[in-house]
């Protein structure tokens, strides 16, 4: 009967993935202000229902001064950690039948990308960002599913740097075997250790790098032998704040290109993949060609947009909603034709 439950559901697995085939979600997450830090003048006016955000610019009058944007989703500052995973699961799940899966967590510095995917504190369970709650989800069902399917799970952790390619948990950024989600933990505190940087350093650093975990799934069917692979890309983008080229100078300026060009390769990668175009341009950057078996194809992809609510932080907020719709347009595009 475990049999025929699995089967079950593995079939309405299957049904909400179709929903999701060819389509990118995009969730829009809205940080609470941060003690001792703020004016208290939110530039979020309103959380509709349907995915929608009102924003009102704190220095504009009339009209001008409020404008909508769509989402899939819209997360106010009092969503949980366990709301946003729960709206995340079935895409995960999926992995573990051999579908590729991209997440990605996008943001000027300090929105809340770490917060959403690692969570503020490891030791705290509660807390957990979605990387640790999709690590676990995946060895237990695998477990559960242990008198049908053999898994091997493998994770990589890599963090891309100015156009550079790094290995966290070992030099050369190879697939570490892992069978539960403290495996992993262990691993990431390797990863912190091998890295030659104090905490500060490790800080600024980590807002100018790419970080994506990677967790490789291959499933061996004991019936019938046959083989599935699954592969999930949880990604926290480097800040996506624009720098102002008439000050940064040397090492910052460097970065901030580098930076620059990546998101806005990713940018065209996705918009490609909307219009169904003929080339799909994935050799821009190292981001889109590192995940391209993971962007496009059946691949699904999920994005989390974060927005600071502070009202100096407004510039910033309307260039990442900007480049969140676009990065939505595809099911926006698939729902006109
Ligand atoms: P980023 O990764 O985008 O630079 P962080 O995740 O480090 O941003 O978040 C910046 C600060 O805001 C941290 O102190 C973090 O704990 C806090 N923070 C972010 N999101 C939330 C949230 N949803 N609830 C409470 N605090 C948050």
Redesign the pocket.
């Known amino acids: 009967s475990s049999y025929y439950k699995i089967l079950e559901e593995n079939r309405q697995l299957y049904n909400q993935v179709q929903d999701l085939k060819g389509s990118i979600r995009v969730y829009c997450r809205v ?2 202000f ?1 003690q001792g830090q703020s004016d208290g003048v939110s530039t979020v006016d309103h959380i509709g229902e349907n995915g929608n955000i009102m924003i009102v610019h704190p220095h504009k009058q009339g009209r001008d001064a409020r404008k909508v944007f769509s989402f899939n989703k819209v997360f106010g500052t009092n969503a949980t950690q366990q709301q946003i995973y729960a709206d995340t699961q079935s895409l995960i799940r999926s992995v573990l039948d051999g579908f590729n899966v991209c997440i990605f967590a996008y ?1 000027q ?7 959403t995917m690692s969570g ?1 504190d490891l030791t705290a369970e509660d807390s957990w960002g979605v990387n640790y709650r999709a690590l676990q989800d995946l060895f237990q069902i695998s477990k559960s599913r242990v008198d049908l399917i053999e898994y091997d799970i493998g994770v990589q952790m890599i963090e891309i740097y100015n156009e550079q390619l790094n290995g966290l948990n070992v030099p050369d950024a190879c697939l570490v075997q892992v069978n539960c989600t403290q495996d992993v933990l262990d691993l990431m505190r390797v990863g912190l250790k091998n890295r030659a940087v104090g905490a500060t350093a490790l800080n600024e650093r980590s ?1 100018r790098s790419h970080s994506i975990l990677t967790i490789h799934v291959q499933g061996k069917e004991l019936i019938s032998g046959s083989i599935l692979r699954g592969c999930l890309h949880l990604v926290d983008l480097a ?1 996506s704040e624009r720098v102002d080229k008439s000050e940064a100078i040397g090492e910052r300026l460097k970065e901030a290109q580098h930076i620059n060009k990546s998101l806005s390769a990713l940018g065209d990668v996705i918009s490609a993949l909307a219009q169904k175009s003929a080339h799909i341009p994935y050799r821009n950057s190292k981001l889109t060609q590192v995940l391209q078996d993971s962007l496009g194809g059946h691949a699904k992809t999920l994005m989390f947009v ?1 927005i600071n609510p502070e009202s100096n932080a407004i510039g910033e907020t309307i260039s990442t909603l900007k480049f969140a719709e676009r990065v939505a347009s595809i099911e926006l595009g698939a729902a006109r034709a």
């Open positions: 940080r609470p941060l943001g510095t300090g929105s809340g990308k770490t917060y503020p807002s800040g974060h």
